[in-house]
Nanobody, 124 residues
Framework: QVQLVESGGGLVQPGGSLRLSCAAS????????IGWFRQAPGKEREGVTC????????YYAESVKGRFTISRDNAKNTVYLQMNSLKPEDTAVYYC?????????????????WGQGTQVTVSS
């Protein structure tokens, strides 16, 4: 059974940092594309970043380029999202998701398995 569990969310001041974790079980994470998505109240879910299977190519939404970094630890079967220089507009519930095809298409409908989400709030 494919399972994803996010952790690491919280309240942070503007300009601060957080690191989110996405722990996978029931499958080998390296064989899947893993994406991070976020959804703010009243808004659609949007793709933030993705890491592909195999060579681990990474992709980022323009809004987070240069501030967020996705990485994968195959030994721990975990994907991380390092978020720096956080802004109030980054406030959302963040979800990780897995796509068995291994390719990064940053659209929610391409990802079949989802975690429960973790809240990130950027506020002074």
């Amino acid at each position: 059974q494919v399972q994803l569990v996010e952790s690491g969310g919280g309240l942070v001041q503007p300009g601060g940092s957080l690191r989110l974790s996405c722990a996978a079980s029931g499958f080998t994470l390296d064989y899947y594309a893993i994406g991070w998505f976020r959804q703010a109240p009243g808004k659609e879910r949007e793709g933030v970043t993705c890491i592909s299977s195999g060579d681990g190519s990474t992709y980022y939404a323009e809004s987070v380029k240069g501030r967020f970094t996705i990485s994968r630890d195959n030994a721990k079967n975990t994907v991380y999202l390092q978020m720096n220089s956080l802004k109030p507009e980054d406030t959302a519930v963040y979800y990780c998701a897995a796509d068995s095809h291994g390719l990064c298409v940053l659209r929610p409908e391409f990802f079949a398995s989802w975690g429960q989400g973790t809240q990130v709030t950027v506020s002074s």
